[in-house]
């Protein structure tokens, strides 16, 4: 290992993944300390001057960001450790706004010649007065994270007044198509693709890969490598790195997919977002893909950590 260094580990935070930015705030810094540095944590409350305060009196070598959602993932923090010239993990300012934003990621990856889904950007207001695009098709708020206000439209179904009634994330709603088949994931160290996970929510509470599924205990299974045929494996793991560099990524990220197989001579392939802080937990799906390719929890922890850079 290289020499020790003081690392904070910004974790908690103000958003709707609280718990889960916890919990890996938490397993990264002892895979930290088991490595040898000296490592302390900090929960990044809404008093700005109280974090700016702290951090200054840590001093840290490296700031290892495990926040997740907004203010954590959307460039905030970010422009933050900016400001005060330190060195921190994952993504800066620009890959992260533009990645959180998911019609500003939307509009990189066109530009990239990416395969995403037909849809637009709509005030949420005009989805009770009707559909606006055929049926399924699924809304997504512009700027969550871990499929946070996610709702899937289908034939039939009444549910256009209830999402706008219960709807809490702003203005503006992106619709996209409903791409039927499989949800796979890979992530990217680097320029290093991993692998493919192959995403099952299971029981019957689960409609799609939403937030339960994606951190409670059993509430979705993994299946690495995926089953699915090389070509359109090799195909998800190029659009991954080719998503990571659109955005402009550092250290690791992690693109999610739909697999349309439903006609399984015409395979069909499509990018949902870029995740610029992945999840670290004990389920989290790139720790698990580090460890497949043999790098083990500590080991990818201090690979973030040396790819940490300060961008003053």
């Given at each position: 290992m290289s020499t020790p260094k003081r690392i904070t580990v910004l974790m908690g935070g103000m958003s709707s993944e609280r718990t889960v930015s916890l919990s890996s705030g938490q397993g990264v810094a002892e895979a930290l300390r088991s490595l040898g540095h000296t490592v302390s944590t900090l929960d990044a409350g809404a008093d700005l001057g109280a974090l700016v305060a702290q951090l200054g009196a840590q001093k840290p070598?490296?700031?290892?960001?495990?926040?997740?959602?907004?203010f954590g993932e959307d460039g905030c923090i970010q422009g933050i450790l900016d400001w005060m010239g330190l060195t921190y993990t994952h993504s800066?300012?620009?890959?992260s706004a533009t990645a959180m934003n998911k019609a500003a990621a939307r509009a990189a990856f066109i530009s990239a010649d990416l395969p995403v889904a037909e849809g637009r950007v709509i005030d949420i207001a005009?989805?009770?007065?009707?559909d606006p695009l055929p049926t399924p098709?699924?809304?997504k708020p512009v700027s969550e994270g871990s499929s946070v206000g996610v709702s899937i439209v289908r034939p039939g179904t009444n549910v256009r007044a209830r999402i706008v009634r219960e709807w809490t994330f702003g203005p503006q709603a992106l619709v996209e198509e409903f791409i039927p088949g499989r949800e796979i994931t890979v992530g990217v160290m680097g320029e290093r693709?991993?692998?493919?996970?192959?995403?099952?929510?299971t029981g019957t509470t689960h409609d799609f890969y939403d937030y339960d599924a994606k951190y409670n205990a059993g509430g979705s299974r993994h299946e690495l490598p995926a089953r699915i045929a090389p070509d359109v494996a090799q195909q998800a793991l190029d659009v991954a790195v080719a998503a990571h560099g659109a955005l402009g990524c550092s250290?690791?990220?992690r693109s999610d997919f739909r697999?349309?197989?439903t006609d399984p001579?015409?395979?069909?392939?499509?990018?949902?977002?870029?995740?610029?802080?992945?999840g670290m937990t004990a389920t989290s799906l790139l720790p698990e893909q580090a460890a497949y390719c043999g790098i083990s929890y500590p080991e990818l922890c201090h690979w973030l950590v040396e790819q940490a850079t300060c961008r003053q």
């Amino acid at each position: 290992m290289s020499t020790p260094k003081r690392i904070t580990v910004l974790m908690g935070g103000m958003s709707s993944e609280r718990t889960v930015s916890l919990s890996s705030g938490q397993g990264v810094a002892e895979a930290l300390r088991s490595l040898g540095h000296t490592v302390s944590t900090l929960d990044a409350g809404a008093d700005l001057g109280a974090l700016v305060a702290q951090l200054g009196a840590q001093k840290p070598d490296v700031v290892f960001n495990a926040l997740h959602g907004r203010f954590g993932e959307d460039g905030c923090i970010q422009g933050i450790l900016d400001w005060m010239g330190l060195t921190y993990t994952h993504s800066g300012v620009r890959a992260s706004a533009t990645a959180m934003n998911k019609a500003a990621a939307r509009a990189a990856f066109i530009s990239a010649d990416l395969p995403v889904a037909e849809g637009r950007v709509i005030d949420i207001a005009e989805l009770e007065a009707g559909d606006p695009l055929p049926t399924p098709y699924v809304v997504k708020p512009v700027s969550e994270g871990s499929s946070v206000g996610v709702s899937i439209v289908r034939p039939g179904t009444n549910v256009r007044a209830r999402i706008v009634r219960e709807w809490t994330f702003g203005p503006q709603a992106l619709v996209e198509e409903f791409i039927p088949g499989r949800e796979i994931t890979v992530g990217v160290m680097g320029e290093r693709a991993l692998t493919v996970t192959d995403i099952t929510p299971t029981g019957t509470t689960h409609d799609f890969y939403d937030y339960d599924a994606k951190y409670n205990a059993g509430g979705s299974r993994h299946e690495l490598p995926a089953r699915i045929a090389p070509d359109v494996a090799q195909q998800a793991l190029d659009v991954a790195v080719a998503a990571h560099g659109a955005l402009g990524c550092s250290g690791a990220s992690r693109s999610d997919f739909r697999l349309d197989d439903t006609d399984p001579t015409a395979p069909r392939l499509i990018l949902l977002e870029v995740n610029t802080q992945p999840g670290m937990t004990a389920t989290s799906l790139l720790p698990e893909q580090a460890a497949y390719c043999g790098i083990s929890y500590p080991e990818l922890c201090h690979w973030l950590v040396e790819q940490a850079t300060c961008r003053q």
